[in-house]
């Protein structure tokens, strides 16, 4: 894993390197084994590295044997072997056995048409000498990061926004409508970012850009109902064993020792029983436990370990860490979070690393390819209960949902239908699995300033949104719909991101997720609904499939989603950036939430040392958002004061 930076100006031969020392300099963090930069005219493309395939000869930027491409790639390649053997049959010739290099060739031979060979996770960029013309792709599922932005005849890009910041012309500004998104969903919808002119190239896409200006197309998407004839469930658990298993398989090629993370739950139990069985050889694992009882799941990350025999290391995080870190969390989430999940994350990765370990697996991707979040069960119930709305008996079966949430263990019908209730009869919408939480979201935004309110008037994200849905949404049943949502939106733009790739590269760790494997994706997104959300018993057929290869009480618990504490975090800690982010002068400098509206929030908690979900969600959207404008806008060139490139070699061509 690694990271790149480039500027292709068409305005200026001269392209000064220092600009992309610079660039890379900031997110020196995602490369720290060595760096790069190769230098032409109108092109300059830089590279840090973090080694892990070909140590010895895969050094970037590198050409094609004619010297005509030269790239720079972040991610992985996990099919390169058998790519490689393709392109030698075809009489290629390689100096290296990396699989950057059969990337640039693949590309030299079939052009953008390679992207759909590829099985990965990447975001590169390819610099055409002939034609004077660069090329940048990012893998299917958006695993990996890539951003760019435009001025007159200049593209600039890079695997981080502060990156592109580290440009001097590049202005630091929020975009309101940007936010408004991130304070619904979770996150900006692509192409946008919560910055102006600062944008992401969204999953599947690829973007070539020449003095003609810039080029987007689709290379891939997701897409449901094409099942064709229903597998039989015999078949269908054979099919989808056989494509775990080359998942996995090829996510453990690396020339460095390959660990994985091991929190208690069926999906990482389950990538890491396929591990063993592949290399049964000595695994290490790793996982994080709450001192908060009500977030932690030490005991079946001990029953895991236990049962799978692996090496196991794991550490406790108290709500005091999470405020301690939670300003660089943010400093590599680069947005605003409603969440504390990614400080954990942080602490995990920073874990992994101490042990000199650079790759972990995970399970990431399972719950979204087979319904396994409790947005899916909830909305079967509701649409269930909106047949009969008055029905005191229907919500019942909404307290088998987060039986880990306090007031869901006794509630009443009535507070059920409070708090489930939203928009109960509205099931044409195409939007009904999310309703509920995109209206929680959205209560954040009552505590605007009335300016950002002025601003994003007329704007609705859902209206945005509903003009950017795939062809054929309408046709999808009502679980696909909502695995489209979730995965296209939330995983993407926030679990991937926030929690994933920033989390872990900030540690110089390269996450690895066989459930994300394309193959896999197309197989579930083929399945019947009921091969997946079984009545209410969630990821039906991945829970059939590990009988008997992992502990019984993993496959059967309850589901709890991963959660970090909030209330205790922040309202209990005495940290000095937090006494002043929230200090009635920050609001004004910032200019984004209401001070008086904050207070009133901040003043129930303390009142009353409870706080619910939503209030949860405001006050860390205050936090995250306040620190963003501090570290990026206000003060943004003494983040990057005494970081160094690791062994930089320069390439320079007139």
Known sequence: MCGIAGIVDYRNKLLKKDVIEGMLRSICYRGPDESGIYSSSFACLGHTRLSIVDL????????????????????????????????????????????????????????????????????FAIWDKKSEEVFLARDRIGIRPLFYNTSGDRLAFASEIKSLFALDDISREFSYKKLSDIYTFWTAITPGTAFRDIYELSPG???????????????????????????????????????????????????????????????????????????????????????????????????????????HKSITCTSKEISEIFPRVIWHTETPVTRTAPAPMLLLSGLVRDNNIKVVITGEGADEMLAGYDIFKEAKIR????????????????????????????????????????????????????????????????????????????????????ENLPAGFDRWNYLEKSQWLETSIFMSGYLLSSQGDRMAMANSVEGRYPFLDYRVIEFCNRLPADYKLHGLNEKYLLKKLMLNKIPDSIIKRAKQPYRAPIKNAFMQSRSEYLKEILSQEYFSKAGIFDFNSISGVLQKIERTGNSTEVDDMILVAVISTHLLYKQFIEGFKENLNGRKLSNLKTIEET
């Open 56 to 123: 010895s000869t895969g050094q970037q930027p590198l050409s094609d044997p004619s010297g005509r491409y030269w790239i720079i790639f972040n991610g992985e390649i996990f099919n390169y072997p058998e790519l490689r053997d393709l392109l030698l049959k075809k009489g290629n010739i390689f100096r290296t056995h990396s699989d950057t290099e059969v990337l640039v060739q693949l590309y030299a031979a079939y052009g953008k048409d390679c992207l759909s060979m590829l099985n990965g996770q990447f975001a």
């Open 383 to 466: 649409r269930f209960w909106a047949k009969q709305p008055d029905s005191a008996i229907r919500p019942k079966l909404l307290k088998r949902l987060n039986p880990f949430l306090p007031q869901m263990k006794d509630a009443n019908p009535a507070i059920l239908k409070m708090f489930y209730g939203y928009k109960l009869e509205d099931i044409d919408n195409p939007f009904y699995s999310h309703l509920l939480r995109w209206n929680n979201s959205n209560h954040i935004k009552k505590h605007l300033t009335q300016q950002v309110k002025s601003e994003i008037e007329g704007y609705s994200p859902t209206d945005h949104l509903r």
């Open 205 to 311: 896409h690829f973007l070539i850009y020449n003095r003609k200006g810039i080029t987007i197309g689709k290379y891939w998407e997701l897409t449901y109902n094409d099942t064709g004839s229903i597998l039989p469930l015999n078949k269908a658990l054979d099919q989808f064993n056989e494509l775990f298993y080359d998942a996995v398989r090829i996510r453990l090629r690396a020339d460095v020792e390959v660990a994985a993370y091991l929190s208690g739950g069926i999906d990482s139990s389950s990538t890491v029983a396929y591990i063993k069985n592949i290399e049964p050889g000595v695994l290490n694992t790793f996982s994080i436990g709450f001192d908060d009882k009500n977030f932690d799941e030490s005991s079946y990350q001990s029953e895991a370990v236990s049962y799978l025999n692996t090496r």
